[in-house]
């Protein structure tokens, strides 16, 4: 049997990386999407067997791609994000497999089978539910795992404790790791090192940023709906309107634990949902 997909994915890196896969293990691809309005379309036209379906996408995100695919055309799907806190969501769509970025062929071979059993054989939700309990427990414990960044440079191997990092730029094929007066560079990709990161302690507010939440010190509106971060060193980084609900997200689980001092100064519209 040979299985039709779409690949979804916003970053043509990694759309380039799963399309190869995919076709390495026998997999037709029919459509490679960028966002999430054009995945709704191609899944429509297409009615693939398989969807391998990034969570942040443009547009609206996995979940409400899924919201929005026709019952007749809907097909399995293995998830692809860097973020193991969209696991528990997961469930609510019975997903064949999770992929946790970065993740290696071996890893997307074992999401394939599963796909060919669950397409073959129908499929066994409870079954499902304990695999993703497994991939999420795993991803847990790799998360909080990173304590050091080990930094090549010269000659000379350093070591960078992750809470020394202020703020994580990206320049070109390489990461500038800021750390008090020092720039650390590293070969990794955003969506890397993010996945390594604890998502209490940083916070992706740009495509190009992310920053140590720790340091953050007020939020700055400068109009038009856009704001800039201001770090506890005077740094300002610009929060790009397609992260603010990343910030969203930090400012009410600091409400709902009862943090609240953990960010300073925040103004009073970020109480709530950011307004433009």
């Known amino acids: 049997m040979t299985i ?23 997999i037709e691809v029919l459509a490679e999407c960028k966002d999430g309005p054009d995945t709704v379309r191609n899944v429509a036209r297409h009615a693939p067997d398989l969807l391998f379906l990034d969570v ?26 860097a973020h193991d806190t969209y696991a528990v969501r997961a469930f609510e769509h019975s997903a064949v497999d999770y992929l946790l970025k970065p993740f290696d062929e071996e890893r997307f071979r074992k999401a394939v089978d599963r ?8 499929s066994n939700h ?10 999420l427990r795993e991803a847990q414990q790799v998360r909080t ?10 000659g000379q191997v350093s070591f960078l404790r992750v809470d020394e990092i202020d703020w994580i730029e990206a ?18 990709t955003m969506k ?19 920053v140590n939440v720790d340091r953050i010190r007020r939020l700055e509106a400068c109009g038009y709906g856009e704001y800039l971060v201001v770090l506890r060193d005077g740094k300002k980084l610009s929060l790009s309107r397609g992260y603010r609900d990343n910030l969203d997200r930090l400012i009410d689980s600091l409400h709902a634990s009862g943090s609240r001092n953990d960010i300073v100064e925040i103004p009073p519209f970020s109480r709530g949902r950011i307004q433009n």
């Open 4 to 26: 039709r997909a779409i690949v979804a994915e916003d970053e043509p890196v990694a759309r380039q990386a799963i399309t190869a896969m995919a076709g390495a293990y026998g």
């Open 115 to 122: 796909a060919r059993l669950h397409l073959g054989h129908g």
């Open 192 to 210: 890397e090192i993010e996945a390594q990161l604890q998502l209490d302690k940083f916070l992706r507010i740009h495509r190009c940023l992310i």
């Open 145 to 154: 795992g990173l304590q050091r960044l080990v930094i090549r440079s010269r």
């Open 126 to 135: 409870a079954e499902l539910i304990r695999h993703l309990v497994s991939k």
């Open 56 to 81: 942040q996408m443009p547009g609206m995100d996995g979940f409400d791609v899924l919201q929005n695919l026709p019952a007749e055309a809907f097909p399995a799907v293995v998830f692809t994000t």
């Open 171 to 188: 320049s070109h094929n390489y990461l500038r790791i800021h750390s008090g007066p020092d720039i650390h560079m590293l070969r990794q």
